[in-house]
């Protein structure tokens, strides 16, 4: 028990003390997964609004497919991608394996599918009370998916927070394409593997406070700018 406050104690100092180490880490998790999250939203926010306003045959199995990628095992997609950027593989040409353009692409393959069937489910109830008048004014299906992602855009910030939440997490992928090399393509929650492997738990302890720290952070922000919790609304 004493080495557990010991370590918390020096968790602490660490973070009040602007450690170099702690916070490197600290800003390439988030550069990383804020990277991610951005570009799988510019994927899945309109392929969501696009399965919410199209009718195809198998719409069924696709949205079911979709909705099962949500499940997706980190680790399979992580291996997926180093085999896809190897040396022997067919982008290993271009160098990416152990960089945060790696880590950054294995994320992107996660948080897809999980922000894209969200964006379906709140587009989907929209455009059910849209769909006559959208229809009436002759719109074609661009405008309506633009119309339908703006008018929901308070709602996609949970799809937004969904993926921040998963990414800033996520260890098993990253540990995989990444590599979890020293001031390259170490981040929070694979240095806290490491740290506590190697009985360092001031590190592990304190990058574990700053991760919490920044999901709180972040999920805050983004309701304060959204004005989803506002006084006198329920």
């Not at 450690?19 to 799988?40: K, N």
């Not at 989907?124 to 006559?132: K, V």
Request: hydrophobic fraction near 55%; charged fraction near 15%.
């Amino acid at each position: 028990m004493a080495e557990i406050w010991q370590g918390i104690t020096a968790a602490f100092w660490l973070i009040v003390t602007f450690d170099a180490d702690l916070y490197e880490i600290a800003a390439r998790s988030l550069l990383v997964t804020c990277s991610a999250v951005a570009l799988a939203a510019l994927v899945g926010l309109p392929l969501g609004a696009w399965l919410a306003v199209s009718r195809y045959r198998f719409r069924r199995l696709v949205i079911a497919l979709l909705n099962a990628l949500m499940g997706l095992p980190p680790v399979v997609v992580g291996l997926v991608v180093y085999l896809l950027l190897s040396r022997s593989g067919p982008f290993g040409v271009m160098g990416l394996l152990f960089t945060p353009w790696a880590m950054i692409i294995a994320q992107v393959v996660i948080l897809t599918p999980l922000i894209a069937s969200i964006a379906h489910q709140s587009i989907r109830d929209l455009w059910a009370e849209y769909h006559d008048l959208l229809i009436s004014l002759n719109t074609t299906r661009p405008q309506r998916i633009k119309t339908l992602l703006w008018d929901s855009r308070r709602a996609l910030l949970t799809a937004a927070l969904a993926g921040f939440g998963r990414g800033i997490g996520e260890v098993g992928a990253i540990m995989i394409v990444g590599g979890n090399i020293d001031h390259v393509t170490r981040v929070m929650t694979t240095a806290i593997a490491l740290e506590t492997s190697k009985g360092d738990f001031a590190l592990a302890i304190g990058l574990g406070f700053v991760l919490i720290g920044l999901a709180v952070a972040v999920n805050l922000a983004l309701h304060m700018l959204s004005g989803t919790e506002v006084r006198d609304r329920w």
